[in-house]
């Protein structure tokens, strides 16, 4: 009779629970073309921002390599409040490694991104702009 009424038990507090699951939108705020400035090209310089598979990730298209070794890439980047940061490694046509590091951070409509790329390249460059 006990193991009767622990299994109703239970089978109460299953059936009674539900898992909340919680989306956040942050990457909403970066999705657009971004105008402004960078280290690395002089004048003026834009990209787009795309939204990505999620409400917290976001996309740059971009390339690794140049010339014959050119190869166009989509580099993912997450969303956290009024940052982004991501790490990826791609490889070129010629076989060249790239790791990429970008971070960033948003500032009323103020963007700033800074690009770290390492392994065949070394490289820093620091954008800023806005929408």
């Known amino acids: 009779m006990a193991a009767l009424v622990l299994l109703s038990l239970m089978s109460f507090t ?13 990457g909403a705020k970066f999705v ?10 002089s004048g003026t310089t834009n990209f787009v921002i795309s939204a990505g598979s999620s409400g917290n990730t976001v996309t740059i298209s971009g ?9 166009a ?8 409040g009024n940052n982004l940061s991501g790490n990826q490694t791609f490889t070129d046509l010629c076989g060249n490694s790239y790791t990429m590091v970008i971070a960033g951070s ?10 770290t ?10 954008f800023t702009g806005s929408k």
């Open 14 to 26: 299953f059936s009674s629970c539900t898992k909340t699951t919680t989306t956040n939108n942050d």
């Open 32 to 41: 657009g073309t971004w105008v402004g400035t960078s280290t690395c090209v």
């Open 63 to 71: 390339s690794a390599g140049s010339g014959s070794c050119y190869k």
């Open 73 to 80: 890439i989509t580099y993912t980047m997450t969303a956290n």
């Open 106 to 115: 948003l500032s009323g409509n103020n963007l700033t991104l800074t690009e």
């Open 117 to 126: 790329v390492s392994g065949s390249v070394t490289a820093s460059c620091v």
